[in-house]
């Protein structure tokens, strides 16, 4: 029998204590987000349009947004997302049907979408830094009959979509390429439509298309259904202690997730305002939050490192910021962002557009991105880190075939179970591309697992932190850079053989740069080769590093080793073979010698 003299010989008093009321404020957590999001199940009759509408008949006096020296209240906000609702049923456009919307920031992006879901039109979310190739891909397979594109989109939109098979209808909002939507919007009804229109409609359906880069070369149309997206966009809410009085600062694209819908999610959903930025400037970043009165941001690893590397500013300690939340936010800098700026509540989470997991660190813990008390794992057991060979590229199985888990604080790759409940993986337009997101037969005949492709570590108290990701895509400059995409583009080029694209670090900087290992067989343009391959990448996809081989360095079965070339990475200390870097001043590659080798380590080149 186990008594307190024995529990205090055991375990020390203050590291009991100190776990009892880590695990006390684990379970107010939860339960605090049970209530917000316990009632959302694929079934569910209430939608995402019939919570904006609720929020605008609550809140409908306060200000929805602030954005660039204009207010839009929750009642205008409401109104203009009507019309919006309006101009689909005059152009013939039902559930199911899907609209393309590529725009920059603005209140009106989320208009857009929400009054397009007020009558169940799916809307699919441009990334705005596509052209070409990439953009044509993404408005194909959205199957959209209309795209509604802003003012300094519509023209790459436009030329894109034009060898399109039956192209679809181009909106312009506000330009000069497509008809103006935006002035026809007034004389439109600001009235509700009919919710018999989207009555038929669940949790299960689609409301939105986002869109993530992934191993197949080409960005993915994931499906964001009803019920994923009220998850997503109440998830916050509780954490960040967000309500009518707080102001949200978000000034990532709202193509994408962490944005768009849980940033806009957080404020909505409970009366708060959303400061909303065109585009994030680490220059005018303190000047927005301390004189728009911010009380909450929405960040990236990325954003972080970027204002911790501008000079001290007058207003960084000024504001009245008390909790934020993200992620990619790195350990060796957590500590730093936290104190010099101030701000005592930062809530780290893990999660994927496309994916199944997803975890939150509410107590600060420094590089955590979620934590699984050993307590919770029998309600928890979605979620399993299993063996990974780097080498292979694939989890490890056992003599009986099955996968083997990992250790505690053994490197593995995550997975996140499907099942019909809430956790289920909705998966992409592609069918194709959704198998092989699929582990089967992981642990009993039968399972299926989602593979998030991330390298994680979990500890002895059940803290999770991300490692890596593993093989055909890495993170760069906030976006999922396809190695297989790049390669594709590389190869193309006149002069180039083959490409061996692959992610490394830079000091100084968050996520992998890409690199590029190219065989030649011809002549090749270097002072150009930038320029030409941002006509078929977007910017963050084109490599920092271009390594010249005599051969390319592959397996038995033929495919590209990148383990020692990602080790190796761009040291001339281990690399014998010509290195090109591309120089952020003069926008081109050039030779990368010792000099520049050096001043890359000082931090003297910003990419």
């Avoid at 813990?365 to 699984?372: D, S, Y």
Wanted: net charge negative; proline share 4%; hydrophobic share 40%.
């Amino acid at each position: 029998m186990v008594n307190a003299a024995s529990l205090r010989t055991a375990v020390p008093f203050h590291d009991s204590f100190s776990q009892m009321k880590r695990d006390l404020d684990f379970l107010r957590m939860a339960y605090r987000m049970h209530k917000l999001i316990g009632d959302v199940t694929p079934e569910t009759e209430q939608l995402v349009a019939d919570d904006f509408e609720t929020s605008a008949d609550k809140f409908a006096a306060n200000v929805a947004f602030r954005f660039e020296g204009g207010l839009t209240t929750y009642a205008e906000f409401d109104a203009q997302a009507n019309r919006i609702a309006h101009w689909a049923l005059a152009h013939n456009l039902k559930a199911g049907d899907r609209v393309a919307l590529c725009m920059e920031n603005c209140p009106d992006y989320v208009a857009i979408w929400v009054g397009l879901a007020k009558v169940g039109v799916v809307t699919a979310l441009i990334n705005t830094h596509l052209d070409g190739d990439a953009l044509r891909h993404c408005l194909t397979i959205s199957e959209a009959s209309h795209i509604i594109a802003g003012a300094t989109r519509d023209k790459a939109v436009t030329e894109a979509s034009a060898t399109m098979d039956g192209p679809p209808q181009v909106w312009t909002w506000g330009g000069e390429h497509g008809e103006d939507i935006a002035a026809m919007l007034p004389s439109l009804s600001a009235e509700r439509p009919s919710r018999d229109l989207r009555a038929h409609l669940r949790g299960k359906d689609d409301c939105l298309f986002i869109y993530t880069s992934g191993t197949t070369g080409l960005p993915k149309a994931t499906k964001i259904t009803n019920s994923r997206l009220q998850i997503m966009m109440r998830t916050f809410i509780a954490p960040c202690y967000t309500g009518p009085r707080d102001r949200v600062y978000i000034t990532l694209p709202l193509y994408h997730a962490t944005g768009g819908a849980c940033g806009i999610g957080q404020a909505l959903m409970t009366g708060a305002s959303v400061i909303l930025r065109r585009k994030f400037s680490a220059t005018a970043f303190w000047d927005d939050v301390v004189d728009e009165g911010a009380t909450s941001i929405v960040y990236i690893g990325e954003l972080c490192r970027y204002l911790l590397n501008q000079p001290v500013h007058p207003k960084e300690r000024q504001h009245r910021l008390r909790t934020g939340f993200g992620n990619g936010l790195r350990a060796e800098i957590w500590t730093e962002f936290r104190e010099r700026f101030n701000i005592t509540n930062l809530v780290e989470f893990y999660g994927a557009t496309d994916g199944n997991v997803n975890l939150m660190s509410i107590d600060g813990t420094v590089g955590a991105v979620g934590r699984i008390p050993k307590w919770l794992k029998a309600r928890f057991d979605h979620v399993e880190f299993v063996k990974y060979d780097l080498e292979k590229e694939d989890v490890v199985r056992g003599e009986d075939g099955y996968v083997i888990r990992a250790a505690a604080n053994e490197v593995g790759e995550m997975l996140g179970r499907m099942s019909d409940e809430e956790f289920e993986f909705a998966g992409y337009h592609d069918p194709k591309a959704t198998e092989k997101k699929i582990l089967r037969n992981v642990f009993e005949q039968g399972d299926r697992w989602f593979r998030t492709g991330d390298l994680m570590r979990k500890d002895e108290d059940g803290y999770v932190y991300f490692v890596d990701r593993t093989g055909d895509t890495f993170r760069w400059k906030g976006e999922n850079v396809s190695t297989s995409e790049v390669s594709n583009a590389l190869s193309r080029v006149e002069g180039i053989a083959t490409a061996n694209v692959y992610g490394v670090e830079i000091p100084g900087t968050d996520g992998k740069a890409g690199m590029a290992a190219i065989t030649l067989n011809g002549d090749v343009d270097f002072e150009s080769l930038h320029y030409n391959l941002s006509n078929s990448l977007p910017a963050y996809a084109i490599p920092i590093f271009l390594r010249i081989q005599r051969e390319a360095d592959t397996t038995g079965t033929l495919k590209f080793r990148k383990v020692e070339l990602m080790k190796e990475g761009f040291s001339p200390d281990l690399v014998d073979d010509p290195i090109w870097m591309y120089h952020p001043e003069r926008r081109q590659y050039v030779p990368f010698t010792q000099d520049r080798y050096d001043s890359l380590k000082s931090g003297a080149f910003r990419f």
